[in-house]
């Protein structure tokens, strides 16, 4: 069975870069889609972006261009790099697996990212 | 995109009843709906797919309808490990997807 485990500083400052790994185990990266979400008791569930396995990524607008999916292949892990961050990006970061990029069958536990100085 | 709203926020039911979960889309998403349980300590695991088919391993005591902008997730016999967080997210048409903000549920 597929597990996912979401790494990354637990603290950010503002104005940097938040930088999360996603290590995938039980399977292939290959032939799925991998999307980032994220939960804050602000906002809720946030769409972040996904990334196929040929590399194609679709991102969420409303993030203004600050967010970079990638994928790591022989080391199976997708990675999340969110620029200049401020409070607001302050949320527990999920990565998950979906066949068809749509609903996610596989979620990992979540990491929580804060952003203060 | 849609906007998703669920109700009640929080539900309160004794092991055995059933429980009856709401989303509403704010504009309609077809079938394209899935629901999710979370547990504290625990990924989100799907439960339904496109409105009303359970994904794999499900029990047959979680069923989902609906279509359009109104959805259910209906829980029959209650058991205590079925007290979590259960939150739906539309995949309509294009991305980004778009989530509820959830029904807690406890089971007592």
């Known amino acids: 069975q597929v597990q996912l485990q979401e790494s990354g500083p637990g603290l950010v400052k503002p104005s940097e870069t938040l930088s999360l790994t996603c290590s995938v185990s039980g399977g292939s990266i290959s032939s799925y889609y991998w999307t980032w979400i994220r939960q804050s008791p602000e906002k809720g569930l946030t769409w972040i972006g996904f990334?196929?396995?040929?590399?194609?990524?679709i991102y969420n607008p409303s993030l203004n261009g600050r967010v970079t999916i990638s994928l790591d292949t022989s080391k199976n892990q997708i990675s999340l790099r969110l620029t200049s961050v401020t409070a607001a990006d302050t949320a527990v970061y999920y990565c998950?697996?979906?066949?068809?990029?749509?609903?996610?069958?596989?979620w990992g536990q979540g990491t929580l990212v804060t952003v203060s100085s | 995109e849609a906007v998703m709203t669920q109700s009640p926020a929080t539900l309160s039911v004794s092991p055995g009843e059933s429980a009856t979960l709401s989303c509403r889309a704010s504009?309609?998403?077809?079938?394209?709906l899935a629901w999710y349980q979370h547990k504290p300590g625990q990924p989100p695991r799907l439960l339904i797919y496109?409105?009303?088919t359970r994904a794999t391993g499900i029990p047959a005591r979680f069923s989902g309808s609906g279509s359009g902008t109104e959805f259910t997730l209906t829980i029959s016999n209650l058991q205590s490990e079925d007290s979590a967080v259960y939150f739906c997210?539309?995949?309509?048409?294009?991305?980004?997807?778009?989530f509820g903000q959830g029904t807690k549920v406890e089971v007592k």
């Open positions: 990334i196929y396995s040929t590399g194609s990524t």
């Open positions: 997210q539309q995949y309509n048409n294009r991305p980004p997807w778009t």
């Open positions: 998950a697996r979906g066949f068809y990029g749509d609903y996610q069958d596989a």
């Open positions: 504009q309609s998403v077809t079938s394209n």
């Open positions: 496109g409105a009303s």
